[in-house]
């Protein structure tokens, strides 16, 4: 299996301007995550999902964020309006089970 | 909900030293504790993982311990080599009825100098 993977692997985009990001789980996996990173924060869930549905929303920062998985390979993270708050590593994880999570690459987000 | 600290945040080590992190959590049911490695640029990998009916455990150069009556538990690297350099994070978590959602402390940033 090729592991989890994120696109854009990179993201340079303006404030206020909509920003998707991209994820397929490894295949069988049935818990997706979506984490945040920064320097001042550390690492943050923002949400799971279990078996495509939203489990656990509350790590999202508030509503210019949401989070969706229409099918077992895939789910997006999108931001409307961004804010360069909101620059920050986004890794998107899966496991089996909610045993051990393999993270994907990461997406790292400028918002300038 | 779980807390977990983590310490030192940062440690220099010379080639060939032992390097010890020492994670503290708050939640005593708490019971999988995974040690994950992140290199520069690249996502957090899993190293090392115990369970609570485990005391220790060990794989090659790493191990890690856990005292459950003392809510922590340590990544031990020997004989560290410049390629051990990178930013280690503890976790902790319960399941399976928590779905072993894990709680991350705050990385330490290991520095091996050859």
């Known amino acids: 299996d090729a592991g989890v993977i994120q696109s854009p692997r990179h993201e340079v985009t303006e404030m206020g301007q909509e920003v998707t990001l991209r994820c397929k789980p490894i295949?069988?996996?049935?818990?997706l995550f979506w984490y945040r990173q920064t320097m001042m924060r550390g690492l943050e869930l923002l949400i799971y999902?279990?078996?495509?549905?939203?489990?656990?929303d509350s790590g999202m920062p508030e509503d210019r964020f949401s989070a969706k998985m229409p099918n077992a390979s895939f789910s997006t993270l999108k931001i409307q309006p961004s804010e360069p708050r909101d620059s920050a590593v986004y890794f998107c994880?899966?496991?089996?089970?909610?045993?051990?999570?393999?993270f994907g690459p990461g997406t790292r987000l400028l918002v300038l | 909900g779980e807390n977990v600290e983590q310490h030192p945040s940062t440690l220099s080590v010379q080639e060939g030293d032992s390097a010890v992190i020492k994670c503290t959590y708050s939640?005593?049911?708490?019971?999988?504790f995974p040690w994950y490695k992140q290199e520069l640029g690249k996502g957090p990998q899993l190293i090392i993982d115990?369970?609570?009916?485990?005391g220790e455990k060990k794989d090659q150069r790493i191990a890690v311990t856990l005292n459950k009556t003392a809510k922590h538990f340590s990544l031990h690297i020997t004989e560290t080599q410049p390629e051990d350099s990178a930013v280690y994070f503890c976790?902790?978590?319960?399941?399976?009825?928590?779905?072993?959602?894990?709680?991350f402390g705050r990385g330490t940033s290991l520095i091996v100098h050859p």
């Open positions: 994880a899966s496991s089996f089970a909610g045993g051990t999570d393999f």
């Open positions: 999902f279990n078996n495509n549905v939203p489990i656990d």
């Open positions: 115990i369970r609570s009916n485990v």
């Open positions: 939640d005593s049911a708490s019971n999988y």
């Open positions: 976790a902790a978590s319960k399941g399976p009825g928590g779905s072993y959602i894990p709680t």
């Open positions: 295949s069988g996996h049935d818990y």
